[in-house]
T-cell receptor, first 110, second 111 residues
Framework: GESVGLHLPTLSVQEGDNSIINCAYS??????FIWYKQESGKGPQFIID?????DKRQGQRVTVLLNKTVKHLSLQIAATQPGDSAVYFC?????????FGSGTQLTVLP | SQTIHQWPATLVQPVGSPLSLECTVE??????LYWYRQAAGRGLQLLFY??????ISSEVPQNLSASRPQDRQFILSSKKLLLSDSGFYLC??????????FGQGTRLTVV
């Protein structure tokens, strides 16, 4: 059921600035990671993925960095736009064994 | 390009009533299909997955069932809904059990 008072980590950025969203994972055997964007009431939207044999991957306006030594993943969004406001989740594993991390609420300020 | 459609977006059903949520995928053949439930804490629970027509694997015992009558159609059903079935249900597809691409979700409220 719903949890009253559930708070997500939040990040507020000015429109046009770059955003960096961080995620820590616990399973050192994880070899596949995905970032999803989820707007209120909608399904998660695939943004970018990365495999453990890489430490950086770039997409359109987004970059994912993977630091396996400290088990840390980050998503960088360049020139953040109002439409980027959403909850962002890092996920590990493939579709049959997909684990979402705790999300981050990104708010883009005008 | 591939698209996934899931409906309805919201549904309010009385306890004991049946349920049918439908999901279809376009632009791909023989996708892996999945039904998840997303909890309020954003955790994702895999309910069912299918690698082909008529092939359904259930991940957790529950009051729900799934069927895949056509290659790109996946249905989540229940004969009698319970209050505890309320939640946000997500259909997803994957080319070969790699990345999951999600539908828009269905908010089910059982009253």
């Amino acid at each position: 059921g719903e949890s009253v008072g559930l708070h997500l980590p939040t990040l507020s950025v000015q429109e046009g600035d770059n955003s960096i969203i961080n995620c820590a994972y616990s399973n050192s055997a994880s070899d596949y990671f995905i970032w999803y964007k989820q707007e209120s009431g909608k399904g998660p939207q695939f943004i970018i993925d990365i495999r453990s044999n890489m430490d950086k991957r770039q997409g359109q306006r987004v970059t994912v960095l993977l630091n396996k030594t400290v088990k840390h993943l980050s998503l960088q969004i360049a020139a953040t736009q109002p439409g980027d406001s959403a909850v962002y989740f890092c996920a590990e594993g493939t579709a049959r064994q997909l684990t979402f991390g705790s999300g981050t609420q990104l708010t883009v300020l005008p | 390009s591939q698209t996934i459609h899931q409906w309805p977006a919201t549904l309010v059903q009385p306890v004991g009533s049946p349920l049918s949520l439908e999901c279809t995928v376009e632009g791909t053949s023989n996708p892996n299909l999945y039904w998840y439930r997303q909890a309020a804490g954003r955790g994702l629970q895999l309910l069912f997955y299918s690698v082909g027509i008529g092939q359904i694997s259930s991940e957790v015992p529950q009051n729900l069932s799934a069927s895949r009558p056509q290659d790109r159609q996946f249905i989540l059903s229940s004969k009698k809904l319970l209050l505890s079935d309320s939640g946000f249900y997500l259909c997803a597809w994957s080319p070969t059990n790699t990345e999951a691409f999600f539908g828009q979700g269905t908010r089910l409220t059982v009253v």
